[in-house]
Nanobody, 122 residues
């Protein structure tokens, strides 16, 4: 199995920054690739949406976070990060780490972390 453990969420004022981390462990080498991990978020009453993710090592971002958020990874540590700057109240959500299964492009078929709450106050 694969375990994804997120950390770094919290409460921050608008304009502030947070850095999320997601560490993968378990049978990762036969099931996932760090080059296909990413971050999603779900706000109350809304569907889960992509924030930022690597696809075969290349990053892609939701339009709403471009130029504010940066996804990065440390392959040696099997960890993916999300640096969030210039946070806005509308960024408030539970943020989930995702790892796609090998040979799959569907994140819903992959593995999910437990989620970490990010709250941005105005």
């Amino acid at each position: 199995q694969v375990q994804l453990v997120e950390s770094g969420g919290g409460l921050v004022q608008a304009g502030g920054s947070l850095r999320l981390s997601c560490a993968a462990s378990g049978s990762i080498f036969s099931r996932i690739s760090i080059n296909n991990m990413g971050w999603y978020r779900q706000a109350p009453g809304k569907q889960r949406e992509l924030v930022a993710a690597f696809t075969n090592g290349s990053p892609n971002y939701a339009d709403s976070v471009k130029d504010r958020f940066t996804i990065s990874r440390d392959n040696a540590k099997n960890t993916v990060y999300l640096q969030m700057n210039s946070l806005k109240p509308e960024d408030t959500a539970v943020y989930f780490c995702n790892a796609k299964r090998l040979f799959s492009s569907d994140p819903n078929q992959g593995y999910w972390g437990q989620g970490t709450q990010v709250t941005v106050s105005s």
